[in-house]
């Protein structure tokens, strides 16, 4: 006999097992619905004051006309983000659009920047809303280069040491 599967009980987003699904679908993304298996976890939102004061106070600087970044090696084995858009930037729309967006473009992104750094995501002085692509090129782009100059430094000051 065919058995029949007992009937499931709906759930609602936020419930306790609930499917999370992606909202930034499109082209790049999973579309609404699919699971998303690339989440951005709280271990990989750079979150304390204190982190944040060791960014300014160790990190190096770097921009184009999308984003400015500030990274940090973070001493772990996986990097981390975080957005800073002030308020001249627009409205709180714009600004936690923007946000999204710079999240989004780690997310997609965090398999092909360098592991072990904290990365502090700005929009550009004078840049309007860029498109996901542009923020995703110009972030690997930043990073790398931020990353290739840290490194250097790096290497100076233990040959000095020496």
Do not use: H
């Amino acid at each position: 006999m065919d058995e029949v599967a007992a009937p499931r009980r709906r759930t609602f987003p936020g419930e306790r097992g609930a499917q999370r699904s992606c909202r930034l679908g499109g082209v790049d993304g999973p579309s609404r619905g699919v699971r998303c298996a690339a989440r951005l976890g709280p271990a990989e939102r750079v979150r304390t004051r204190d982190d944040f004061l060791r960014l300014r106070r160790e990190g190096r600087r770097g921009g184009d006309e999308v984003l400015r970044v500030l990274v940090a090696p973070n001493g772990r084995s996986w990097s981390r983000v975080a957005s800073a858009v002030p308020r001249r930037c627009g409205k709180a729309v714009l600004r936690n659009r923007l946000r999204r967006l710079y999240r989004e473009a780690f997310r997609l992104e965090k398999n092909s920047l360098p592991a072990g750094y904290d990365v502090v995501i700005s929009p550009a002085r004078g840049a309007t809303s860029p498109a996901l692509d542009d923020v995703r090129r110009s972030l690997v782009r930043l990073v790398r280069q931020v990353v290739s100059r840290l490194e250097r430094r790096q290497a100076r000051s233990v040959a000095r040491e020496r």
